[in-house]
């Protein structure tokens, strides 16, 4: 059995039972349904080169109701940037300590080797990851058999600014979708790490099933923590690759990659804790989408003038945090398997909220914890120390 369909027909079924909802709707989840309609009516144009003129009418039609789902979008970011400022002296301190964590490490990536495996020599290693770690390998083979792995068009895909993968929920009837690049685009060993990443967010959709209405209807949109899941999977996917002697060298790379990525969104932490309160409230100085010229800070902590702009504001604030929740459970998950049950539970019930400095203490650690840990990985990667690990 191979991972990718090349039929949209699972697209196409899904945007039927949308628009089907469309006459049975209520005013208070009218705004969930054009949420659902727009993003799979996009993702059959992303994958097909297919637009859906039908979608593209009811949209019109209800075009007060999109109107007023953007608004409550745009009031969420100003709530989640209200947040951020309250606690804005924690994230300065954190970030700081976390950039210190990466002092005197070589980050140098191996040249990315095309592996020439077929999709189902992949399968086979993804599924058996995914049984290994969470006995989770029917799932995904069931995915892929209903036709629910795909990947962009080529020419939507460069067209559009995001990364690698990306997984598309659809809550009423609880479908999962991921969608990756263009094989073309992708390494084997990438294209891999990619679909661990994006199953994390369907592993984290399926554990939504006890969730309120509420919570997953505002999760992307007010949660600081809708990455850690999927981080979580990628780091374990890398270790299961290192551990099992597969293509350590791509392996490590992307380890190195994953821990630059999260020295990243900590230094735009940095950056944003440091802004002047009106900066960040004023929407003359971002997009719709909350996008911030970057000026970064040099080693004497002074402003230097940006090249260009780095991520928004939500990537910043979601990626840093849960990159460092990510790698210590991944962590925990090796060194105590029963504390990490423990400690995932509670983060479920908490993963909801906007960030909160207790999380830490919530999850049964601590900042100064989580900064050991994080430098421990950094250590062991850039040295290329203990790769296998035990």
């Not at 999109?66 to 951020?84: M, V």
């Not at 210190?100 to 058996?128: G, H, P, S």
Request: charged share 35%; hydrophobic share 35%; net charge negative.
């Amino acid at each position: 059995m191979k991972i990718f369909t090349d039929s949209s027909d699972s697209i196409v079924r899904e945007l039927d039972t949308i628009k089907d909802s469309f006459g049975i709707t209520k005013f208070k989840a009218m705004k969930d349904n054009i949420e659902r309609l727009e993003s799979f009516s996009e993702l059959l144009y992303q994958i097909s080169g297919t637009k859906d003129e039908e979608s593209k009418r009811i949209l019109e039609k209800f075009d007060k109701y999109k109107r007023a789902n953007e608004e409550a979008r745009l009031e969420q970011f100003r709530k989640r940037i209200k947040n951020f400022i309250s606690d804005k002296d924690f994230h300065n301190s954190f970030s700081g300590k976390v950039i210190k964590a990466y002092q005197k490490r070589d980050f140098n990536y191996y040249r990315d080797r095309r592996l020439y495996l077929d999709e189902e020599q992949m399968l086979a290693i993804i599924c058996d990851f995914l049984d290994s770690e969470f006995n989770q390998a029917d799932e995904f083979r069931r995915m892929a058999f209903e036709g629910k792995i795909l990947r962009f068009n080529l020419d939507s895909f460069e067209d559009k600014e995001m990364a690698a993968g990306e997984t598309v929920f659809n809550h009423l009837t609880r479908n999962n979708f991921i969608i990756t690049a263009p094989i073309k685009l992708l390494a084997d060993a990438d294209l891999m790490r990619t679909l661990a990443h994006e199953f994390g967010h369907v592993a984290d959709n399926i554990d939504k099933r006890f969730a309120s209405v509420k919570d997953i209807s505002n999760y992307a949109w007010v949660s600081s923590y809708v990455e850690v899941y999927s981080l979580l999977y990628e780091r374990l996917f890398l270790d299961y690759l290192i551990k099992n002697n597969l293509f350590k060298e791509d392996a490590l790379s992307g380890l190195k990659e994953y821990y630059t990525d999260i020295y990243d969104q900590f230094n735009s932490i940095r950056y944003l804790s440091n802004l002047d309160d009106y900066l960040l409230t004023n929407l003359r100085y971002k997009s719709k989408k909350g996008i911030i010229n970057q000026i970064e800070i040099d080693e004497a902590g002074e402003f230097i003038m940006p090249d260009g702009v780095y991520s928004d504001f939500a990537d910043a604030n979601k990626y840093s945090y849960s990159g460092v929740i990510a790698n210590y459970f991944a962590t925990l998950k090796h060194e105590d398997p029963e504390m990490f049950k423990k400690a995932f539970e509670t983060f479920k019930r908490k993963r909801f909220d906007r960030f909160n400095p207790s999380i830490f203490e919530d999850i049964g650690t601590n900042p100064d914890e989580i900064i050991k840990v994080l430098e421990k990985g950094t250590t062991a990667v850039s040295t290329k120390k203990k790769l296998i690990l035990e």
